[in-house]
Structure formats: structure tokens, C-alpha cells
């Protein structure tokens, strides 16, 4: 990862604080695949942990969200036991503990993890359980999104993913989700999970305006969601940013994945991000990380980069945090334990 003046970064540190879109699979380190891979008995190709680091993170060269989700392909191997999802989920809450994440919202989809034998139900009650253990451990407040996934044939699946959000809401668990392949799976065929979703009262936000443009993001708010994964490919489309704005729709930005994948044909760099764009027209953004791992980055790196390329106010950085707080899946109880905490950091760091 480039190393940033350190102005940028301290100024950074002042707001990276909430992180909302965040994947589990997309995050572990090297260490903790070879790790994984022997308390599960998993053959890897190389034990040498800079030729792991090559498998896990996305190349430079990377061509689109098909390309980088090939990166998913070797921690998904080695979480396919308990152990190895309860120590994932304990391991990243404790990395995001000294980082100095004050609330995060960590997602992966039960139904990947079940290749060998398991059910969804045992994997998400390893996922609560290494979630404990490490906030037990930590001052850091954290929760699980359940991700249902895009594919043709996987219907009983996503409805399984959605009854044991329902079946765990609350206890660390605190919403649904639609992750995959945004363009080969249309957002608007997976209507019948959401209406799913919506009869048992289950919190959700839904990937979409990724890959897909804004076919997908108006399916998304046909479906009811008050928060999206990306939604970048809106930055231009004055209709789609008013409707969004008019309904409090909360936008979950993730600046370097969304250039990894090449999401945005004229974003090539960082200082393309167009952030402004949505806070012009009063479009309610987060900034988040998406994948550490995949992406190379950390919260602190996402704001230090917008910073030093003059895509982002401090004004703005405030504001997203603000937005982080007010969309996240918290009781208002909770939001405003959240809010006095974030307020109390960023103003201490002034």
C-alpha cells in the first residue's frame, strides 16, 4: 500500500471511524489463509505468504468485477469449517480494533461456506460466536450482514440466507444482503427474496449501480432499500441522484474497489472519484472499504487517498461519517451511542 504524507494520514484518522460495507472473505490476510488451511487440511499451492498475498489481492492490471471477484476463489477454500469462520470473523474484529474502527458492519454470504457439509444455520452461529469472542476482547462495536448471492438456480438458498437473518437479528446479525455478479444477474429477478425480506421485517441494503447501471438501482428501490452497496455509476445521473436524495437513500461508497473493478469507465484515478458529485446534490454517501485484502486498503487509507488527491472536504469526510452513523443497522439507542463516540473523536483530533 502507497505510503501517504502522514498529514494526510493523521487527518484521515479522524474520520476513519464507520465502516458499512466491508466483506469478510475479501479481507483475511495471507497469515491467516495458511492458518486457516491447516486447521481445515486444505492443500495450498505455496505455503510462502508474498505469493498468497498475489492470490488475494487484486493485480493492477485488473479488467473488471468478474476479474477481482477471482480473488474470493482461495479464501472461500479454507472457510468451510467452523473453526475456520469462527476464527475469521475474530481475527478481522480485532485488526479493525487497532485500526481504530469504531463501528463496523461485516458481510459474507452463509451459503459459500457450505462445500463441505455444512448447513448455513452452523455457519452463521460460527460466525456470531468468533464475533463475540473478539468484541469480548475489544472497545470496537461490530455485527454481521448475511448476503444472499446472484446466480440462476440458487433460490432456496438466498430464502434460507434471509429466514436466518430473521433467526438472528439482533444477536449480531442485523440485516440481508445481495452480493455476486451485478451484471450477469439481473437485480430485479431476485424480487421474491425481498418480498421475503420485507414480510419478516428484516433490515437489508443490496448491491447494486456496481457492474449494472440503473436498471439495477432502480430495482433496488422498487425492492424498498434504504441503503446500497456502490450506487457509483448514479454520479452522473441527475434523475437517479434526485430519487435517491428525495427517499434518504444512503449510498455505501467504496473508493479504490470501485477503480479496481473499473466500475466507471471515466474514473481513473482517485482524483476522478466523483464524491463531490453526490454531495452537491445533497445524495447521502458513506465511505467505506469493501475488501482490505482484495483492495490493499484499510478506512484510514480510503479517506487519506481522497484527501491527498482533493476529492474529498474535510467538511465532507464529517459528513460521511455523520451519514455512516445515521444509516447504519443500529437502534437509535445504539445510533446515539455511535454519534457521541464519532463526535467525540473527531472533535478530539481537531
Known amino acids: 500500500m502507497k505510503e501517504l504524507n502522514q498529514d494526510f494520514n493523521l487527518l484521515a484518522s479522524k474520520y476513519a471511524l464507520i465502516d458499512l460495507h466491508l466483506h469478510l472473505d475479501g479481507s483475511l490476510t495471507p497469515e491467516g489463509v495458511v492458518r486457516m488451511a491447516e486447521m481445515d487440511r486444505v492443500s495450498l499451492s505455496t505455503y510462502q505468504l508474498d ?35 469462527r476464527f475469521s470473523v475474530y481475527d478481522l474484529v480485532k485488526r479493525l480494533n487497532e485500526q481504530g474502527i469504531l463501528y463496523a458492519e461485516i458481510r459474507y454470504a452463509p451459503q459459500q461456506h457450505t462445500q463441505k457439509g455444512l448447513t448455513q444455520n452452523e455457519v452463521v452461529v460460527a460466525s456470531i460466536e468468533g464475533l463475540n469472542k473478539a468484541l469480548a476482547e475489544c472497545d470496537i462495536k ?91 455509476r448514479s454520479y452522473n445521473n441527475d434523475e437517479m441522484k434526485d430519487v435517491l436524495s428525495d427517499n434518504n437513500i444512503y449510498l455505501e461508497l467504496c473508493p479504490k474497489s470501485n477503480l479496481n473493478t473499473k466500475a466507471v469507465d471515466e474514473i481513473k484515478s482517485i482524483a476522478d472519484y466523483p464524491i463531490d458529485s453526490f454531495f452537491s446534490s445533497d445524495v447521502l454517501v458513506t465511505v467505506n472499504t469493501d475488501n482490505l485484502t482484495v483492495s490493499n486498503t484499510t478506512l484510514q487509507n480510503e479517506y487519506a487517498t481522497l484527501f491527498a488527491a482533493g476529492a474529498l472536504t474535510e467538511a465532507q469526510a464529517r459528513m460521511s461519517v455523520i451519514n455512516a452513523v445515521n444509516a447504519a443497522f443500529l437502534s437509535d439507542v445504539d445510533k446515539e451511542e455511535l454519534m457521541r463516540k464519532c463526535l467525540e473523536r473527531m472533535n478530539s483530533l481537531s
Open 51 to 85: 505469493e498468497i498475498e498475489k492470490q488475494l489481492v487484486c493485480p493492477d492490471n485488473c479488467q473488471d468485477l468478474e476479474d477481482y471477484r477471482k480473488c474470493f476463489d482461495l479464501p472461500i477454500a479454507v472457510m468451510q469449517h467452523t473453526d475456520n469462520i
Open 142 to 232: 461490530a455485527n454481521l450482514i448475511l448476503c444472499c448471492m446472484r446466480a440462476d438456480n440458487n433460490e432456496a438458498a438466498n430464502l434460507e440466507t434471509v429466514r436466518l437473518t430473521k433467526e438472528y437479528l439482533g444477536s449480531g446479525v442485523v440485516a440481508c444482503d445481495l452480493a455476486g455478479s451485478e451484471a450477469l444477474f439481473e437485480t430485479r429477478t431476485f424480487e421474491k427474496v425481498f418480498d421475503y425480506a420485507q414480510r419478516l421485517g428484516v433490515p437489508y441494503t443490496i448491491h447494486a449501480g456496481e457492474a449494472d447501471g440503473m436498471s439495477s438501482m432502480k430495482s433496488a428501490i422498487e425492492f424498498g432499500v434504504k441503503r446500497m452497496g456502490h450506487g457509483i
